[in-house]
T-cell receptor, first 112, second 112 residues
Framework: DAKTTQPNSMESNEEEPVHLPCNHS???????IHWYRQLPSQGPEYVIH???SNVNNRMASLAIAEDRKSSTLILHRATLRDAAVYYC?????????????FGRGTQLTVWP | EADIYQTPRYLVIGTGKKITLECSQT?????MYWYQQDPGMELHLIHY???????EKGDLSSESTVSRIRTEHFPLTLESARPSHTSQYLC???????????FGEGSRLTVL
């Protein structure tokens, strides 16, 4: 699976929107874009995933660039509970979910 | 909420002891995984199973062993713990053809 590039850390104030970027310039046409987050002292939890079109769910929105070489996870109103490490991961269509590569992600700090 | 449970959450033991980390899921998932994660670092897949009586080693070599006698349980065993085994161990499961990997809360092992 192709690798992704994320900033090491980002900061936000509570109740403000947060845009977490991810670059994946070597993405292939069949690679899904997955986002997970890991709260302190917890296992990762699924946030959202998509292939080509933008996606929305109760937790976040995923905006995928037209050329698919980058994507942005959008938290519409950050809360203190959103402070976590966010992982942007690519998964090729044929590979199993368990072999997702969780790198170091982006540490999001949310200030009250 | 994910229905996957790990025990113990924290364990401190002496060198040479045998330990078993338990992982159970009630979702009926065939695929289960064990990862190892040091603080602030990547997750490394150490074992996986695609069903009962099926186990495979992951990408990171580990002295631990696993078993899968029942669909719900995927325990990890260290026959003789050493300080180098100190880490967080995360269990996960997935269902075929969904985009979500479910993680437990992790077992943090410290070997003195």
């Amino acid at each position: 699976d192709a690798k992704t590039t994320q900033p090491n850390s980002m900061e936000s104030n509570e109740e403000e929107p947060v845009h977490l970027p991810c670059n994946h310039s070597t993405i292939s046409g069949t690679d899904y874009i997955h986002w997970y987050r890991q709260l302190p002292s917890q296992g990762p939890e699924y946030v959202i995933h998509g292939l080509t079109s933008n996606v929305n769910n109760r937790m976040a929105s995923l905006a995928i660039a037209e050329d698919r070489k980058s994507s942005t996870l959008i938290l519409h109103r950050a809360t203190l509970r959103d402070a976590a490490v966010y992982y942007c991961i690519l998964r090729s269509r044929g590979s199993t979910l368990g072999r997702l590569y969780f790198g170091r992600g982006t540490q999001l700090t949310v200030w009250p | 909420e994910a229905d996957i449970y790990q025990t113990p959450r924290y364990l401190v033991i002496g060198t040479g002891k045998k330990i078993t980390l338990e992982c159970s899921q009630t979702m009926g998932h065939d695929k289960m995984y064990w990862y190892q994660q040091d603080p602030g670092m990547e997750l490394h897949l150490i074992h996986y199973s695609y069903g009962v009586n099926s186990t495979e080693k992951g990408d990171l070599s580990s002295e631990s062993t696993v078993s899968r006698i029942r669909t719900e349980h995927f325990p990890l065993t260290l026959e003789s713990a050493r300080p180098s085994h100190t880490s967080q161990y995360l269990c996960a499961s997935s269902e075929l053809n969904t985009g979500e990997l479910f993680f437990g809360e992790g077992s943090r092992l410290t070997v003195l």
